[in-house]
């Protein structure tokens, strides 16, 4: 298996931090969820209270001082925030550093599970709101990934299907 870092992006509800967490103890490798990560360095609890107290453009700053911390460290399975690789800069520090892995999970699913009140772009905001936040950023996601998991048939598959994807990686 590879020796670099792993990094899972998509939309918010795809499952990348479910299927981070559960690769992580699967494979005996530490997980890090960026958002978690940024609230630690920032001393908030929740994205919304960074987003609310220092604004996004601190928020996203953090988000790639975060990941200069990480790939610092010994090769782990990292969790992006949803719009994290909507920034070249940042795609670019993951892209020299480990593979990224777009989790692919179709809209309609999303819609079905994300709760809009934890999403800072989406607090209080529709289904409307969350097509358009898949829209503008699934290309980024398709264009970052090195590899594409289809996630849209339950946790024990697309788990399986990470496991089989990750160890094939060399």
């Known amino acids: ?3 670099m870092h792993i990094f899972l992006v998509g939309m918010a509800g795809a499952g ?6 559960r ?7 530490r997980f890090v969820d960026t958002d978690q990560r940024v609230c ?3 001393g908030m609890q929740t994205v919304n209270e960074a987003f609310e107290s220092l604004g996004e453009p601190l928020f ?3 988000e790639t001082a975060a990941l200069i911390e990480l790939v610092g460290q010994p090769p782990c399975i990292v969790s992006t925030g949803g719009e994290l690789c909507t920034f070249t800069e940042n795609v670019q520090i993951m892209k020299n550093h480990g ?11 999303i819609m079905s599970d994300i709760k809009t009140d934890r999403r800072p772009l989406l ?3 529709s289904h409307a709101d969350v097509i358009d936040q898949y829209n503008q950023c699934i290309g980024h996601y398709r264009a970052a990934a090195d590899y594409r998991l289809d996630n849209s048939k339950g946790m ?9 994807l990750v160890e094939g990686i060399k």
């Open 156 to 164: 024990v598959v697309g788990l399986k299907s990470l496991m089989e």
């Open 60 to 62: 996203r700053a953090a």
């Open 23 to 29: 690769l992580a103890q699967n494979i005996n490798w």
């Open 16 to 21: 990348k931090t479910s299927l981070g967490r």
């Open 99 to 109: 593979v990224i892995i777009h989790i692919d999970r179709p809209l309609d699913q």
């Open 1 to 3: 298996m590879i020796q």
């Open 40 to 42: 630690e360095m920032l």
């Open 123 to 125: 607090a209080g905001g």
